[in-house]
T-cell receptor, first 112, second 114 residues
Framework: ETGVTQSPTHLIKTRGQQVTLRCSSQ?????VSWYQQALGQGPQFIFQ???????GRGNFPPRFSGLQFPNYSSELNVNALELDDSALYLC???????????FGEGSRLTVL | AQSVTQLGSHVSVSEGALVLLRCNYS??????LFWYVQYPNQGLQLLLK??????LVKGINGFEAEFKKSETSFHLTKPSAHMSDAAEYFC????????????FGPGTSLSVIP
């Protein structure tokens, strides 16, 4: 039990729609990262938030955006969904000192 | 820029045999190194990590890994495979700052044959 929870667990959208995925981080972890894991691939870094500000971003377009809130929760928003956005989206929180990521179970997004 | 390569997208071993999963990394500064395991339809679970100090790191479920700076490697081993070890394994690297991103390799799928 990592203490990181994500919702929803599964969802289906159609191309062009928008989606919001939610994550509740582990208490005391002030860094949250989001990853996209396509089928059969390793997680790809989307972005990272520290103290409610984005402080690192991977190779993802601006239609991927996020928020981090003071209560350790965060959101991943994806606009103008494309078929290739179908993937497992993983949220991970990270304590300042030790560096390892604690993952949630993920939200599986299917775009039709 | 950091990167991770994992040799062999799929590895099969017999139950009781040695498990060896290979990982090489590139990093411009001393790295933090991790191995994660993912079971079907689940998130990732940390097996072990190297930050500083002893280069042989022991993790959960009998796994261990050795950091070899000269070879830029962090291979994962387990002396005797169990059926329950069948899963996807990911090597990951981050640089030696607390807030840097963690970069994952493409993963190795481990099958254990009875």
């Amino acid at each position: 039990e990592t203490g990181v929870t994500q919702s929803p667990t599964h969802l289906i959208k159609t191309r062009g729609q928008q989606v919001t995925l939610r994550c509740s981080s582990q208490s005391g972890h002030n860094t949250v990262s989001w990853y996209q894991q396509a089928l059969g691939q390793g997680p790809q870094f989307i972005f990272q938030y520290y103290r409610e500000e984005e402080n690192g971003r991977g190779n993802f377009p601006p239609r991927f955006s996020g928020l981090q809130f003071p209560n350790y929760s965060s959101e991943l928003n994806v606009n103008a969904l494309e078929l290739d956005d179908s993937a497992l989206y993983l949220c991970a929180s990270r304590p300042r000192i030790t560096g390892e990521l604690f993952f949630g179970e993920g939200s599986r997004l299917t775009v039709l | 820029a950091q990167s991770v390569t994992q040799l062999g997208s799929h590895v099969s071993v017999s139950e009781g045999a040695l498990v060896l999963l290979r990982c090489n990394y590139s990093s411009s500064v001393p790295p933090y190194l991790f191995w994660y395991v993912q079971y079907p339809n689940q998130g990732l679970q940390l097996l072990l990590k190297y930050t500083t100090g002893a280069t042989l790191v022991k993790g959960i479920n009998g796994f261990e890994a050795e950091f070899k700076k000269s070879e830029t490697s962090f291979h994962l081993t387990k002396p005797s495979a169990h059926m329950s070890d069948a899963a996807e394994y990911f090597c990951a690297v981050s640089e030696e700052t607390s807030y840097d991103k963690v970069i994952f390799g493409p993963g190795t799928s481990l099958s254990v044959i009875p």
